[in-house]
């Protein structure tokens, strides 16, 4: 079990400044009021002209030695240029250049409003200082006050005895009280120095020097810590370290001291230019006293994205990653990936694009955690893809061919050289009123496989070392449109009824002496039911003599929005299909596919429903349902009933055999008391009969601050006993409670929110239909 104490910040971007003296923040309508409207207008003048501007004031009475000075009384107004003071006593000292200023006084420029006791201004440096002031940031939902607050010729303000926060109220629940704090106007940042934070009036702890952020500017600082204290842990101490190299260059640096295993490093790199960005991430840790590997204690992953696009039609892209073990993303909190992810993809790829044909060249390889058996490795493909549309008499003509060498890290695997031609004729014919496609490919593949000798696999006697394989394919889809208008309850709608049909050969070709490379069995939604492959990849082009029919109606409202789809489709054979993956049963020998149904409906004003179901006909059971019930009523209101069944999707870890996916899911968000709203999830498996996934969390926000209590318990992941696809019996959870509090203005990775709790825990929150209410 572990117990996390979490103490985040965040900054607010900017928010809109109103007319009526206002600062408005979008995301919580927390608002902060100027003690007067503005009376300036910051597109008046620059600062160095408004520096030379000549000083007006108007005022109820007033006594003046011609060129020396001048005394005003009363309601006294003075500008200069784009700055302004009222008071109610001022003089004016010419030879000085200074304005001194005292009673009820506010003074106000571009950059922030401020009333103070007295005010003494130098009109030729264009500097001020307040004593007993208050001030508010323009623009910011920044304010404060100060014993004494100076105003510096380059719009910097320097508070003495002063005090930050984000609170609109005049009793702030939070503020930051400091013996000096600069605020540099031109860097929109602050430095603090020797600062107390102060909830509720009641110190909680001391910060010798910090910088916070007064917009969205990014600043090289420290980052606000987290404390943490875990059984499994220890004690948890991070502080980020944030380093902006240049506009386009940062990073995030990151140690982590658990008592318990050690120091955890991680860092994360991003740069963006005009033609390149990525991301580059790195973590360590050195001997981890709790590690379950029986080599090396020292820990470590490390990911690279990259992606370029060239003006002269290239196009590069590269996502690298790799972990010391198969267990790390289950033992640590990585930015690189999540404990749910199964595998690791490695790929490079460059492509250059014109207008009729493109070309690339592509190497890959995917590290499959926990299972004994990784993929092949591409290295490399080489790709080549031709468009000539209606080149003669409305045909279509498409070539692509790519030449493919596949090796693996096991060398008593196979290794093969793969070359694909498919030159294609396509006769499109597109109306509104539907479609008719026609469709004649002529498939050539060559194969040079590589059998190790020192290989026992039985599969791999029947495999030649050259393989040519030769099909032709033909395909004909076509598409009716229908509509017509009806009443529902009152209301008009509009429907359409979308049937459609396609009709594919394949010959029939024995391909047991290719070996499988990059091949896999598709799934038959509905969608996929009119697909021209069975399987993925070329290793098996399977035979079809086969008849699709599917049917699609749509009901839109008269704001032309849709309310509901549902389809309907099947595959029926004309004859067997018997081209299978090796090991596997899956040759068609029966009439029909599965019957594949989809539905996503706003069954009413807020609930949505969206479904999917495959029924085997022939057999009378169920290859695969999910179905998603949503009540949202409002913005941060949602209930969600879900259930998903696969059969023999996994393996039990103790008997061996084949058992069925049967959970049942439940979601919530909802307000509970001003401010507060509640997420909880559950899901349990049905035939295992046991608990997946507990969690719940409660949070409150206000315009400055939030406070979070988060609570879960979920099956933990272990690839160390057994494959992915594996299921163990035994009841090993992971259980945690988790503590956040977030002080929005003091700079953080991100604040908190409802929907990023709906995100917490194993499975991602999805809305089943994507319509607003």
Known sequence: MRYQLAVACCCLPFAAWSQEGQVLVPDTQCTITLPVPMMVD??????????????????????????????????????????????????????????????DLVYQDPQVTITAEDLTADTDKYNATLSQAKYWLHGQQVHGDAKKLQITDDNNIVLQGGSFTTCPAEVPDWELKADKIIIDSNEEWGEIYSAQVRLFDTPVFYVPYMTVPVSDKRKTGFLFPSFSTSTKNGVDVKAPFYWNIAPNFDMTITPQVMSSRGVWLATEGRYLTEQHAGMVNLEYIGNDRLSSLTGSPDRYAYSWEHSSRLDNGWRLHADY????????????????SASTDNQLSRVGEASYFQENWNLGIKVQDIKVLGDDQDPFQVMPQLSYQYRMPAFYQGLDFNFDTELTNFTHQDNSQLSAIRWHMEPTLTLPYQTPAGSLTTEMKLMQTFYQQDVPSNNSEPLYDDLDQFVSRTLPQFRVHGQANFERQL????????????????????????????????????????????????FSGLDRIADANQLTLGVATRFFDDNNQEKMRFALGQIFYLSDSEVSLPNESNQIQQSSSALAMELDMQAAEHWFLAGSLQLDTNAGTTNKSEVTLDYRPGNNKLVQFSHRYVPELAIDEETGEFIDINQFGFRTTWPIAKDTYFVGNYYYDGNLNRTVESYAGVQWESCCWAVRLTYDRHLNTNYSDSGFTTISQRDDYDTSWSLTFELKGLGSSGPLGVSDMLDEGLFNYRRPYYLKN
């Not at 009824?497 to 391909?511: G, S, W």
């Open 42 to 103: 910051p597109n008046a003048t620059t600062d160095e002209q408004a520096s030379s501007a000549p000083v007006t004031v108007r005022a109820d009475s007033s006594q003046a030695i011609a060129g020396v000075s001048a005394k005003f009384q009363g309601d006294v107004k003075l500008r200069q240029g784009n700055r302004a003071i009222n008071a109610d006593n001022a003089e004016v000292l010419q030879l000085e250049q200074r304005v001194l200023a005292n009673g």
């Open 321 to 336: 990653a790799t972990i010391s073990d198969d267990n790390y993303f289950n033992d640590f909190d990585s930015a690189i």
């Open 487 to 534: 009443t529902f309850s009152g209301s008009p709608y509009r429907q359409t009824l979308e049937p459609q049909a396609q009709y594919l050969f394949i010959p029939h070709q024995d391909q047991s002496d290719i070996g499988v490379y990059d091949t896999a069995q598709l799934q038959d939604d509905y969608n996929g039911l009119f697909r021209d492959r069975r």
